[in-house]
């Protein structure tokens, strides 16, 4: 998580999460920090709010008859979780996202399972049609604590140059 500290008066100070676009380096590799611990009420939740009827994340006797034995956390809630792990550190201060491509879900995720995330950098480029933006490209990982990779996706996100962000606009 990147953190900075902008004194906006006297004796008085404001913290700053996320990078501008001059912060990235290809190559770079952020982990995600804290993790976080997935609830059957996280599951349950977001499963009934984006209408999603598939038993298999609610009903635990219906999925104690599957093959896993147990609920499957939702794969998309999964997406989100693994996304929002990595907001603070490569999407903080971007204008928009751009793009998601190839996004992989090669292992099941379960209730109370802690899941831990990591974006490496892949491609920089400044915006041809934006001159104070550029381009970011990050492979993001989502991995359980035993290090089994549970959620993969490239994103590209449009990131403001620095001075150009909207906390650089206005003063809240």
């Known amino acids: 998580m990147v953190q900075n500290v902008i004194q906006v008066g006297p ?59 147990q609920a499957l956390v ?19 201060k971007a204008i928009a996202n751009l793009g998601w491509k190839e996004i992989k879900l090669p292992a099941p995720v379960f ?7 990591e974006s490496t950098v892949l491609e920089k480029r400044e915006s041809k049609s934006r001159p104070t933006a550029g381009l970011v490209t990050v492979k993001t990982v989502g991995k359980k604590r035993d290090d089994t990779v549970v959620c993969e996706f490239y994103r590209t996100m449009l990131i403001p140059k620095r001075g150009h962000g909207v906390e650089d606009k206005i003063d809240y």
């Open 74 to 92: 939702n794969s998309t809630f999964t997406v989100a979780l693994v996304a929002g792990l990595s907001v603070s550190d490569v999407s903080q």
């Open 111 to 117: 209730v109370g399972d802690t899941l831990y995330a």
């Open 11 to 69: 004796n008085t100070f404001r913290e700053s999460f996320g990078r501008y676009f001059e912060d990235f380096e290809v190559g770079h590799i952020y982990q995600h920090r804290p993790g976080r611990t997935i609830t059957e009420t996280d599951n349950v939740w977001f499963t009934l709010l984006t209408m999603n009827t598939h038993p298999l994340h609610f009903d635990n006797e219906y999925a104690k008859a599957s093959e896993f034995g």
